[in-house]
């Protein structure tokens, strides 16, 4: 792993790197109440597959319809092998 330059924690890469930024982005557009019940509590589980996944079906639902146009179309702009990201 790398060492940030500033000798702190090794740098993320990939997809995890891509998602913090999405989520960061997310963050100022929804504001801090939306952005802690729905895209928070997401995970990365398949960095490899573009896997998010959700704590319950009903929170899955929701992302789903709510945000997951937004969630694609940042991590596009961000990944040049063009996958398409799953919830």
Do not use: C
């Amino acid at each position: 792993d790398k060492v940030t330059s500033d000798g702190g924690a090794p740098a993320m890469r990939g997809g995890q790197a891509i998602w913090k930024q999405v989520k960061d982005i997310l963050r100022a557009r929804l504001g801090e109440a939306l952005y802690r019940s729905w895209i928070e509590p997401l995970k990365l589980h398949n960095e490899a597959a573009r896997q998010i996944v959700a704590l319950t079906q009903f929170m899955r639902d929701r992302v789903r319809s709510e945000y997951l146009g937004d969630i694609q179309t940042l991590w596009a702009e961000r990944d040049a092998d063009g996958a398409a990201v799953t919830v």
